[in-house]
């Protein structure tokens, strides 16, 4: 490796450590672990075909170059994406910030209590202005969040509305969600009914009904009566809103929706070319065990203090797997954080002062143009005004909008939509008017200096809202400076200390990959925008698309999902078009391993497939001859095996070539879920082990940071027979020929962030890519040596190697010691360490992965904690500590216990708080002790209340 390249800062250890590791490992060089790791016969020679690598230095020139492609034009496009101002409190603290942004799930509470302090925040946040019960902490986009409000209000449907399976949705919905819509409802047998809402008769047909809240023309309609009649046929009521409107209108929850979800882009996001934005969703309590997603809960800790924790989670994932409704896994959270963080800057008064600004420009611009002579079509409307014009006289708008660096929305025939945002001010406004003023040949009009609003009386807002002290005391950048520092003390991120996440891939995310998200050419820019305007963006989208295709030997590339999950459900539903074209429609099977992540089932239910599980042999590898029995059983009906490779037991199993030729011979595709990519970069790909489609977490491998729980990128790579069924968009062309509809609301998913990725492949190339993948063996071969005299490796592959992870067995613990795994997992974060994967994918223990950007020192005290934590176990084996109070059974300790003027635990306070000597060089101090999750999911209470309201039932 070159000295001061970037494969060289990316990649932890140093040369002079190697020689020890592999002497450990027992092996002469990393290219016999890597011989002994990845089997011969689907081994890759290179990646041809990648550029060569760049430095940082150059690398941000040439994307510089790139990011001058892509035209600053002032958006009034709309649909769903607003100017935004950041506030730089916000910008330099969190958005670029790494204790923010390097954070995982919160998983681990006792040391996520900043974050999901901020997520509760933004759950009360969209409670208030929506006017409903509950919030969950974010979904991936509006138009997803409005599936997800189809999907959830259609399994909790009544007994007497079993048999309904239609679903109305309101003309004037965007656009993008009726795609996504028609996508999720189609395998699920739920038919949409198009339609007026003031036309609609109700039925008992009918279990839900969708309506947009201003609709799509920016029309404030009165849903009032809509709603009671939807009341009386027993059909749940969806509403999308404006979350920057509910400041000024009557909140969907006071006039009767069932579920209120929406964009918070609003809230000083960057439009970043479709995303990352967090969505919101919201419903009424008696929803609350089916809502997606995550949410934030209240609950106590050890001492009876408050505390947070994900709420309800028995719902996860890994628990519901086909049972469940939703595959929400990643969803947006550092977003989220983002958009509470403005709404507490601002508070509610300044968000009046915003709201009504944008409201009143738009009735200023409004006026003025009518001045001209121009007819508005919109009567009671918060931030869209309608022009219409001729034909003719569109064209002469767009060719004098566009020489003044201006894009309205000219999706509708003789209309020209104008939307504001946050970021439209005066200057702008007479820009705008200018333009009318050329088209219809006369002088511009001043505009109005103070208009009144023209919402109609009985919907403007009269409920308070976002009453909570915490929207009412950071109003100064100081405090606002400090509340955030004083969240993000108690957070432990990736700039405190590794993060060994087996399948979470919690690699570097550096800093050269990161500053561009805050440039301007690629911040600003509309996802609709014209595409003589996005030539940057579309540059890197195709380079990307091709490296990715290299990277996993596939054909072509959907860079639409926004998650893995959504990756997963976007190539089922490629392999479900590629079956029907082919008239093979009624193959409906999915095989599934049964160590598979919870979102492969989940993803297949939500595609109309019915899940099959293929049992795992002992050594935790696929049983063939199971596999052999459920593909013959089900030949005619087998429509894709899901696999995960290396398995999630951190095996590269040698049989996999012939699991998939199995597969392909009774007719079934193979979908490989990529969440195990970093062992495989550069040495071996998909389609080498014989699959036909697999997703990539471009969070995970491709070194975009986790966020505290998103964002994230799913894309999908396919081989060439399903190239023409990728995904595409209802307003800008993307997909194949014969493509299914969208999977996200975005053409490109979360565009800004396509720039991490792509920056982390250009700047590593081929052999640093390659050499990311080894070093990422290397260190989990390393820690699997170091510790296996301590802890029983539950799997290795034939050579008794590891691939990027590897599973540490706890289980003999609870025997021998009454030590649980969660037991480690909270002493380990006295030692000032994150605890690896806890009973994924096998209850009772551990998944570590040290990904290749740790040093072989961070490695080695973390392998020390892991030693020191094995002898405080075997004391307790031995009888020199006490079965119930010691170290493990009380972490974590929090500085308040140890420094309290009682102290009657049996051990002493330094071996409770330093355990080793390197934790004094490091203290991490988690803020709350044992958090009880069973006395929050009984208590269940997800907004910012005084904790004196609770009452045990
Ligand atoms: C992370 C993960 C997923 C889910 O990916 P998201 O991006 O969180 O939706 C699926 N499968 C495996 C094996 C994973 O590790």
Redesign the pocket.
């Known amino acids: 490796m070159d000295i001061q390249s970037f494969a060289w800062r990316h990649i932890g250890v140093r040369s002079e450590d190697i020689h020890q590791m592999l002497s450990e490992i027992g092996v002469s060089s990393l290219d016999e672990l890597i011989d002994k790791t990845v089997p011969a016969k689907i081994r890759v020679k290179d990646l041809t075909g990648l550029d060569l690598p760049k430095t940082e230095r150059k690398f941000l020139t040439s994307l510089k170059n790139i990011a001058s492609k892509n035209k600053l034009f002032r958006n009034y496009i709309g649909l769903g994406y607003y100017g935004t101002v950041l506030p730089g409190v916000i910008q330099r603290n969190i958005f670029e910030n790494p204790g923010w942004y390097t954070a995982y799930t919160p998983y681990q509470a006792e040391i996520a209590q900043g974050r999901m302090e901020m997520l509760l925040n933004f759950q009360t946040m969209v409670c208030d202005l929506t006017g409903m019960e509950i919030a969950n902490a974010s979904l991936l986009d509006e138009a997803t969040a409005v599936a997800e409000a189809m999907a959830m209000l259609y399994s909790a449907r009544s007994k007497e509305k079993q048999e309904s399976k239609k679903l109305f949705v309101s003309d004037t919905v965007f656009p993008q969600t009726k795609a996504l819509l028609e996508t999720r409802t189609a395998p699920l047998g739920i038919e949409i009914v198009y339609g007026k809402f003031e036309s609609f008769t109700g039925g008992d047909q009918y279990y839900a009904a969708f309506v947009q809240y201003p609709d799509s023309n920016g029309e404030i309609k009165d849903y009032r009566s809509f709603v009671n009649l939807c009341k009386a046929y027993g059909i749940k009521v969806i509403v999308a809103a404006d979350i920057m409107s509910l400041v000024l209108l009557t909140p969907p929850g006071e006039w009767g929706a069932d579920v209120v979800v929406g964009s918070t882009q609003r809230f000083g996001i960057p439009l970043g070319f479709g995303g990352p934005h967090a969505a919101y969703f919201a419903t009424k309590e008696e929803f609350k065990r089916f809502i997606p997603g995550r949410i934030i809960g209240r609950t106590i800790d050890k001492d009876g203090k408050p505390a947070l924790r994900m709420a309800l989670q028995t719902r996860e994932q890994h628990i519901k797997r086909e049972k469940a409704t939703s595959?929400i896994?990643?969803a947006q959270v550092l977003l989220a954080v983002m958009a509470a963080a403005y709404v507490i800057y601002h508070g509610p008064d300044g968000l009046r002062v915003i709201a009504r600004r944008i409201h009143h420009n738009a009735i200023r611009l409004s006026q003025a143009l009518e001045k001209l002579g121009f007819r508005q079509l919109n009567k009671s409307y918060f931030d869209t005004i309608r022009i219409a014009v001729s034909e003719a006289d569109v064209l002469k708008v767009k060719k004098l909008a566009e020489d003044n660096q201006l894009n309205f929305n000219y999706f509708t025939p003789g209309v020209v939509a104008i939307s504001l945002g946050e970021a439209t001010f005066d200057d702008s406004l007479e820009d705008i008017v200018k333009v009318f003023a050329g088209v219809a040949d006369k002088q511009p009009i001043a505009l109005e200096p103070e208009v009144s609003s023209c919402i109609q009386d009985e919907l403007r807002r009269t409920s308070s809202f976002l009453t909570h002290p915490v929207f009412n005391s950071y109003h100064s950048e100081t405090e606002m400076m400090r509340y955030l520092k004083r969240l993000e003390r108690k957070d432990l991120a990736l700039n405190h200390s590794m993060i060994a996440l087996g399948?979470?891939t919690m690699k570097l995310n550096a800093a050269t990959e990161m500053i561009p998200l805050s440039w301007p050419e690629f911040s600003d820019i509309h996802p609709f925008a014209p595409e003589e305007q996005v030539q940057g963006y579309l540059q890197i989208i195709r380079e990307l698309e091709k490296d990715l295709a290299i990277i996993t030997g596939f054909d072509s590339v959907s860079l639409q999902p926004n998650?893995?999950?959504?990756g997963?459900y976007a190539g089922l539903m490629v392999i479900r078009a590629y079956h029907q074209s082919r008239g093979e429609g009624h193959r409906n099977i999915v095989l599934i391993p049964s160590s598979?992540?919870g979102?492969?089932p989940a993803s297949a239910v939500m595609a109309g497939m019915k899940v099959v599980v293929v049992k795992c042999d002992e050594k935790g590898n696929i049983d063939v001859n199971d596999l052999k029995a459920q593909t013959e059983k089900y030949s005619h009906q087998l429509a894709a095996l899901m696999i995960?490779y290396p398995s999630?037991h951190g095996v590269f199993e040698s049989s996999v070539k012939t699991i998939t030729d199995i597969v392909h011979a009774h007719g079934g595709q193979v979908y490989m879920?990529g969440?195990?990519m970093n062992a495989q970069v550069g040495l071996t790909n998909p389609a080498a082990i014989g699959a036909d489609v697999c997703h990539l977490?471009l969070?995970?491998t491709f070194a975009i940071p986790h966020g505290g729980g998103g964002p994230?990128m799913?894309p999908i790579c396919v081989a060439k027979h399903l190239s023409p069924f990728l995904p595409g968009h209802p307003i800008v062309k993307t997909g194949g020929k014969q493509a299914i509809s969208s999977i996200s609301a975005a053409p490109y998913g979360s565009g800004l962030i396509l720039i991490i990725s792509y920056a982390y492949i250009k700047m590593l190339g081929a052999q640093g890519l390659t050499d990311a993948t080894k070093y990422a063996i290397l260190n989990a071969n390393y820690i699997k040596t170091r510790l296996e005299k301590y802890y029983p490796v539950l799997y290795t592959g034939e050579n008794g190697t590891v691939a990027h992870e590897l599973i540490l067995d706890c289980r003999a613990f609870k025997r021998d010691a009454n030590v649980e795994v969660v037991d480690i997992a909270k002493r380990l974060m006295d030692y000032g360490f994150h605890a690896p994967t806890v009973s994924f994918p096998v209850a009772g223990t551990l998944m570590i992965e040290p990904t290749e950007s740790e040093s072989k020192a961070e490695i080695d005290r973390f392998c020390e904690a892991m030693i020191s934590i094995r002898h405080e176990i075997e004391e307790i084996i031995n009888g020199d500590a006490d079965k119930s109070e010691n170290v493990l059974k009380n972490a974590p300790h929090t500085l308040e216990l140890l420094t309290s003027d009682e102290w009657k635990l049996p051990y002493s306070r330094q071996k409770a708080a330093y355990p080793a000597p390197f934790v004094f060089d490091n203290k991490f101090w988690p803020s709350v002790r044992r958090v009880d999750d069973a006395y929050g999911d009984r208590n269940l209470v997800c907004t910012c209340e005084p904790i004196t309201s609770y009452v045990e039932n």
């Not at 998650?563 to 959504?566: E, I, L, R």
């Open positions: 595959n896994c990643t399948s979470c998650s893995g999950a959504q997963e598979a992540h979102t492969n995960t999630t879920d969440a195990n977490n969070h995970k994230g799913g």
